[in-house]
């Protein structure tokens, strides 16, 4: 399979991940070293920077559960006024990383995004 198709795969399963949850702004599929794999990020939002800083705050959260015995890192996740940034490591190249409104059902997104993080480790 070349890589332009399975880019295109990645950005449809993004798409649809979105469209399933009315509450879920963007996505994005970020590289472990912190390069961008495939998005769907509104305009305006710059996909380095996301890539850059899902790719450090999940390397710090899988730091932080295993220097303080909390076993494997399942999600980081940050609240702010206007709403959720939430990251979970898709397989062990990729992490999906999540803009959600405030008004977002977390506990409906958490579950979506597992599925979709196991759809997209499957694909890279």
Do not use: C, W
Request: aromatic share 4%; hydrophobic share 50%; proline share 2%.
């Amino acid at each position: 399979m070349d890589q332009k198709s399975r880019s295109e795969r990645l950005v449809a399963r993004l798409r649809d991940f979105r469209a399933s949850i009315p509450d879920v702004e963007a996505s994005a599929v970020v590289s472990a070293d912190g390069l961008i794999v495939a998005s769907d990020l509104p305009a305006g939002v710059e996909e380095d920077r996301v890539s850059a800083m899902s790719a450090a705050m999940l390397s710090l959260g899988d730091r932080i559960a295993s220097e303080l015995r909390r076993g494997v890192l399942d999600q980081v996740y940050i609240h702010g006024e206007n709403g959720y940034v939430v990251l979970m490591a898709a397989g062990e190249e990729a992490v999906l990383t999540v803009l959600a409104r405030k008004e977002a059902k977390l506990g409906l997104i958490l579950y979506d995004m597992k599925k979709a993080a196991a759809d997209i480790a499957a694909m890279i």
